[in-house]
C-alpha cells in the first residue's frame, strides 16, 4: 500500500489532530477543587466553563502487533466515542487518488491515542498496549472497508512512531477475532479546540457540524460575563486562606493516593560475600512501566534502600542488617529488560 503522502507535510502525525491524553493526577485535583468551595460570607463565583470533556469510548476491536525488531507483543485497542468528530466522509476510490497522488491532502484522521501501558494478555504475560479512538461512523467505515483499515494501520504505526518512538510491525498486524479490547479501556479527555480546528477543516460540513461550531465559539466567548469584579479586602484574604488550604488538601490527597496506589515491584536483593564478610548489598526491581532512569528516584541511607516511581506507582523500601557507605553506590536502569540494578557497599567492621 502506498505511503499517504498527505502526512508528509505535518510536522507531528497528530499535531492538527485530537491530542493524546494523560490521566495524571493533577487532572484529577483539577477537577475536584477547580469549582472552588463557599468560603463563609465570600460572594460565589461561577467557574468558567471546561474546555474539555473526559469520555470513555466504547469498545470495538484489539489489533495484535509486534514491536519491531523483537517478539515483544504490542496491542491497540480501537475503540469510538461520538465525541470525536468524524473526518470527511470520502469513498474507497477517493482514497486510492489520496494514496496515489504526490499532492499534500487535507483529508485527516481525527483520533485520541493514550499513552502506551503495561497489562497482561491471555497467557497472563505483561504486555504492551494503547487505546486509539475514533468515530463510531468511521469506525464502521473501517470495519466494512480493507483499504481503509489498512491504510488506517499505516497511520496509527506512524502515529506510535512520532509519538512514542514505538515501532511496530504493520505487516504482522492480527485483529483479535474472539476480544474487542484487552486489559481496561481508560478514559480520554477530549478538548473543544481540538474539536473545533478539525470541524473547521470540513469542505462540506453538516448542519450537525456547523450547529457543533457555533457552540464550541460560544464557548470561548465571554458569555455576557462581567469580566472585571471589585474585590474587597475581606474577600481578598478570604480567598488566599482558602488558596492555602487547597494547597495544603491537595498535598496530602497526592501523597495519599501516592501511597494507596503504590507497589512494590518484583525484587531481588542479595547480599555478596567477600571472605566472611558481607561486601556489597546488590537489589535488582523490574519495573516494567518505566521509561528512563529519570522517572525513579533513589535514596540510599545508612540502612535502607529506597526506590520510587510516583508517575507509574512503583514503591521499594527495605531495610538491610548492614551499615552501608553512601558514597560507594551504583545504579544502573536498563532500558530493554527494564531492571534497575542497585550496588552499595557495606562499611567494613575493622
Given at each position: 500500500?502506498?505511503?499517504p503522502n498527505f502526512l508528509?507535510?505535518?510536522?507531528?502525525?497528530?499535531?492538527?489532530?485530537?491530542?493524546?491524553?494523560?490521566?495524571?493526577?493533577?487532572?484529577?485535583?483539577?477537577?475536584?477543587?477547580?469549582?472552588?468551595?463557599?468560603?463563609?460570607?465570600s460572594t460565589t463565583v461561577?467557574?468558567?466553563?471546561?474546555?474539555?470533556?473526559?469520555?470513555?469510548?466504547?469498545?470495538?476491536?484489539?489489533?495484535?502487533?509486534?514491536?519491531?525488531?523483537?517478539?515483544?507483543?504490542?496491542?491497540?485497542?480501537?475503540?469510538?466515542?461520538?465525541?470525536?468528530?468524524?473526518?470527511?466522509?470520502?469513498?474507497?476510490?477517493?482514497?486510492?487518488?489520496?494514496?496515489?497522488?504526490?499532492?499534500?491532502?487535507?483529508?485527516?484522521?481525527?483520533?485520541?491515542?493514550?499513552?502506551?501501558?503495561?497489562?497482561?494478555?491471555?497467557?497472563?504475560?505483561?504486555?504492551?498496549?494503547?487505546?486509539?479512538?475514533?468515530?463510531?461512523?468511521?469506525?464502521?467505515?473501517?470495519e466494512k472497508s480493507i483499504?481503509?483499515?489498512?491504510?488506517?494501520?499505516?497511520?496509527?504505526?506512524?502515529?506510535?512512531?512520532?509519538?512514542?518512538?514505538?515501532?511496530?510491525?504493520?505487516?504482522?498486524?492480527?485483529?483479535?477475532?474472539?476480544?474487542?479490547?484487552?486489559?481496561?479501556?481508560?478514559?480520554?479527555?477530549?478538548?473543544?479546540?481540538?474539536?473545533?480546528?478539525?470541524?473547521?477543516?470540513?469542505?462540506?460540513?453538516?448542519?450537525?457540524?456547523?450547529?457543533?461550531?457555533?457552540?464550541?465559539?460560544?464557548?470561548?466567548?465571554?458569555?455576557?460575563?462581567?469580566?472585571?469584579?471589585?474585590?474587597?479586602?475581606?474577600?481578598?484574604?478570604?480567598?488566599?486562606?482558602?488558596?492555602?488550604?487547597?494547597?495544603?488538601?491537595?498535598?496530602?490527597?497526592?501523597?495519599?493516593?501516592?501511597?494507596?496506589?503504590?507497589?512494590?515491584?518484583?525484587?531481588?536483593?542479595?547480599?555478596?560475600?567477600?571472605?566472611?564478610?558481607?561486601?556489597?548489598?546488590?537489589?535488582?526491581?523490574?519495573?516494567?512501566?518505566?521509561?528512563?532512569?529519570?522517572?525513579?528516584?533513589?535514596?540510599?541511607?545508612?540502612?535502607?534502600?529506597?526506590?520510587?516511581?510516583?508517575?507509574?506507582?512503583?514503591?521499594?523500601?527495605?531495610?538491610?542488617?548492614?551499615?552501608?557507605?553512601?558514597?560507594?553506590?551504583?545504579?544502573?536502569?536498563?532500558?530493554?529488560?527494564?531492571?534497575?540494578?542497585?550496588?552499595?557497599?557495606?562499611?567494613?567492621?575493622?
Amino acid at each position: 500500500m502506498a505511503k499517504p503522502n498527505f502526512l508528509d507535510s505535518d510536522d507531528s502525525l497528530l499535531e492538527k489532530n485530537l491530542k493524546f491524553i494523560k490521566n495524571e493526577v493533577e487532572e484529577e485535583l483539577d477537577q475536584m477543587f477547580g469549582s472552588g468551595g463557599n468560603a463563609p460570607n465570600s460572594t460565589t463565583v461561577t467557574p468558567p466553563p471546561r474546555d474539555f470533556k473526559i469520555v470513555t469510548p466504547k469498545p470495538g476491536f484489539c489489533i495484535k502487533s509486534f514491536k519491531l525488531n523483537t517478539n515483544e507483543k504490542y496491542f491497540i485497542n480501537v475503540c469510538h466515542t461520538e465525541e470525536i468528530p468524524a473526518p470527511d466522509d470520502i469513498t474507497e476510490e477517493e482514497l486510492t487518488e489520496i494514496l496515489q497522488s504526490d499532492e499534500p491532502s487535507s483529508f485527516r484522521i481525527p483520533m485520541s491515542i493514550s499513552e502506551p501501558r503495561i497489562t497482561k494478555d491471555k497467557s497472563n504475560n505483561p504486555c504492551d498496549a494503547c487505546d486509539i479512538a475514533v468515530n463510531p461512523k468511521f469506525f464502521s467505515k473501517l470495519e466494512k472497508s480493507i483499504l481503509f483499515k489498512d491504510f488506517f494501520l499505516a497511520l496509527i504505526a506512524e502515529a506510535l512512531s512520532d509519538k512514542y518512538n514505538v515501532q511496530i510491525k504493520v505487516d504482522k498486524c492480527i485483529i483479535l477475532s474472539n476480544r474487542k479490547f484487552i486489559g481496561t479501556l481508560v478514559a480520554h479527555r477530549i478538548r473543544n479546540n481540538d474539536v473545533k480546528t478539525v470541524l473547521e477543516t470540513y469542505k462540506n460540513p453538516s448542519s450537525n457540524d456547523k450547529d457543533l461550531l457555533a457552540k464550541l465559539n460560544s464557548k470561548s466567548g465571554s458569555h455576557g460575563r462581567q469580566l472585571v469584579q471589585e474585590i474587597s479586602e475581606n474577600e481578598l484574604n478570604q480567598m488566599k486562606k482558602k488558596t492555602e488550604e487547597l494547597k495544603v488538601n491537595s498535598m496530602k490527597i497526592k501523597e495519599e493516593i501516592s501511597l494507596a496506589a503504590s507497589t512494590v515491584p518484583e525484587f531481588k536483593l542479595r547480599a555478596k560475600v567477600k571472605g566472611q564478610n558481607v561486601d556489597e548489598i546488590q537489589a535488582e526491581l523490574y519495573m516494567p512501566k518505566c521509561i528512563s532512569s529519570s522517572e525513579i528516584v533513589l535514596y540510599v541511607g545508612e540502612d535502607r534502600i529506597l526506590v520510587e516511581s510516583m508517575k507509574h506507582g512503583y514503591l521499594f523500601d527495605k531495610f538491610v542488617n548492614h551499615q552501608l557507605d553512601q558514597d560507594r553506590v551504583n545504579a544502573v536502569f536498563d532500558k530493554t529488560n527494564k531492571m534497575l540494578q542497585v550496588r552499595a557497599s557495606v562499611v567494613s567492621a575493622s
